[in-house]
């Protein structure tokens, strides 16, 4: 059965500095998902990752993913106070149903001045 | 608007009440899915649903019931709550399959 573990679990970045969290799973898994929560809040859905080599981009995130590796990175470019946020990645259990997704446990990201 | 409505957003009940979480999204999604958030453990699958006609144990559906009868509609049943479902739980929809999934607000639990 698919495991996904991220790290860092918390990261505490200043602003304008670049950071990388790095996701890791165990078995094949066709697709890896990111996810973003604020605090009190909701999840929001980032980037779907495809296929090997897949890389996505939106504003300061970078999400790419390797499945030979199987790890998937979210890089964050040039920080700033707005994303502070706990992240979390997903993959598709592929031995099982399409529709089983397997979470990583977040990482928290605070990004101060 | 384009939205995922969860029902109530907080409920204290007590052990062995049954109780329904309503999730209702009108954006005319095919895939419905049910998560609860609990510290430490990030986000676990609880059941979810390809389309009408095809339901699914996530990881963690012990407890808990769901009903697809239409396509807008995914509730979520505790027939004998017990206090290890306190919880935060979101339902969430996507076009097809897990891609791209719009949650909703979070309905917080607590089962004395």
């Known amino acids: 059965e698919l495991k996904v573990e991220q790290n860092p679990l918390f990261l505490s970045m200043q602003e304008g500095k670049n950071y990388t969290i790095y996701c890791n799973y165990s078995?094949?898994?066709?697709?890896l998902y990111w996810y973003r929560q604020d605090p009190g809040k909701s999840l929001e859905s980032l980037f779907v990752l495809l296929s090997n080599g897949a890389v996505k981009q939106e504003g300061r995130l970078m999400a790419s993913l390797d499945t030979k590796a199987r790890l998937s990175t979210l890089h964050i470019t040039a920080a700033v106070h707005d994303l502070s946020a706990t992240y979390f990645c997903a993959g598709r259990n592929y031995g099982g149903s399409q529709g089983n997704l397997i979470f990583g446990k977040g990482t928290k990201l605070s990004v101060k001045p | 608007e384009a939205q995922v409505t969860q029902n109530p957003r907080y409920l204290i009940t007590v052990t062995g009440k049954k109780l329904t979480v309503t999730c209702s999204q009108n954006m005319n999604h095919e895939y419905m899915s049910w998560y609860r958030q609990d510290p430490g453990l990030g986000l676990r699958q609880i059941y979810y649903?390809?389309?009408?006609?095809?339901?699914d144990k996530g990881d963690v559906p012990e407890g808990y019931k769901v009903s697809r009868k239409e396509k807008r509609n995914f509730p979520l049943i505790l027939e004998s709550p017990s206090p290890n479902q306190t919880s935060l739980y979101f339902c969430?929809?996507?076009?097809?399959?897990?891609?791209?999934?719009?949650f909703g607000p979070g309905t917080r639990l607590t089962v004395l």
């Open positions: 969430a929809s996507s076009p097809g399959g897990p891609d791209t999934q719009y």
């Open positions: 078995t094949t898994s066709d697709r």
């Open positions: 649903s390809m389309n009408v006609e095809v339901t």
